[in-house]
């Protein structure tokens, strides 16, 4: 059971870049899923998501309207792809799997599976 992450790199402020997160020994659509990022020093965040009963698709402000996520069920895969990336964006990214729950405004994430993170960064 794991979640492999790829599609990290490094890009210039504007750039675009897809990460991918394939999963293997379980069905990623039984399963809320998300993307977190943790920069140097920082508390890892959570970037984007999609809740687990309604489907719910929420972003972090800093990358509304730039960040989308999404899954492929048929590869068992779930992206997320960042355009217009900016210097803040660098960070590592972290894909994961599991329970979200919305309520109000308020994300409640148990995520059960974690991929190993893929290093971004975005050069100014």
């Known amino acids: 059971v794991q979640l492999q992450a790829s599609g990290g790199g490094l890009v210039q402020a504007g750039g675009s870049l897809k990460l991918s997160c394939a999963a293997s020994?379980?069905?990623?659509?039984?399963?809320?899923i998300a993307w977190f990022r943790q920069a140097p020093g920082k508390e890892r965040e959570g970037v984007a998501s999609?809740?687990?009963?309604?489907?719910?698709?929420d972003y972090a402000d800093s990358v509304k309207g730039r960040f989308t996520i999404s899954r492929d069920n048929a590869k068992n895969t779930m992206y997320l792809q960042m355009d217009s990336l900016k210097p803040e964006d660098t960070a590592v990214y972290y894909c994961?799997?599991?329970?979200?729950?919305?309520?109000?405004?308020?994300?409640?994430?148990?995520?059960?599976?974690w991929g190993r993170g893929t290093q971004v960064t975005v050069s100014s």
């Open positions: 999609i809740s687990s009963v309604d489907r719910r698709l």
């Open positions: 020994g379980f069905l990623l659509d039984s399963y809320g």
């Open positions: 994961a799997a599991g329970s979200i729950a919305v309520v109000g405004r308020e994300l409640f994430y148990d995520m059960y599976y």
